[in-house]
Nanobody, 126 residues
Framework: QVQLVESGGGLVQAGGSLRLSCAAS????????MGWFRQVPGKERSFVAA????????FYADSVKGRFTISRENAKNTVYLQMNSLKPEDTAVYYC???????????????????WGQGTQVTVSS
């Protein structure tokens, strides 16, 4: 498994931006897909975005397409989620996750991921 630590969450006004970071350690190399998910209290965790091992393929939930951008910097074992034009409905705890398989395509299926971070809170005020 991979140890994942998210950072960058906070409070922002609607229309603002935040960049989340997810630092990975423990599993050698960066040859696995990474994903971001979010969860609101009382609701199931939902997919936000995912990126393949090389950073050449990305996949987004319809609700964030055009506003959020996922990227990765393998030399730093870090994945980012740039969030622009934030809306109050984006308020949630955001989690990053690492795919259990090497060289897999990005996926929205949470059971494909076997390592999860502790989460970072994002709050968007109206």
């Amino acid at each position: 498994q991979v140890q994942l630590v998210e950072s960058g969450g906070g409070l922002v006004q609607a229309g603002g931006s935040l960049r989340l970071s997810c630092a990975a350690s423990g599993r050698t190399g960066s040859s696995y897909a990474m994903g971001w998910f979010r969860q609101v209290p009382g609701k199931e965790r939902s997919f936000v975005a995912a990126i393949n091992w090389s950073g050449g393929m990305m996949f987004y939930a319809d609700s964030v397409k055009g506003r959020f951008t996922i990227s990765r910097e393998n030399a730093k074992n870090t994945v980012y989620l740039q969030m622009n034009s934030l809306k109050p409905e984006d308020t949630a705890v955001y989690y990053c996750a690492a795919d259990r398989k090497y060289y897999s395509d990005p996926t929205s299926l949470d059971y494909a991921y076997d390592s999860w971070g502790q989460g970072t809170q994002v709050t968007v005020s109206s």
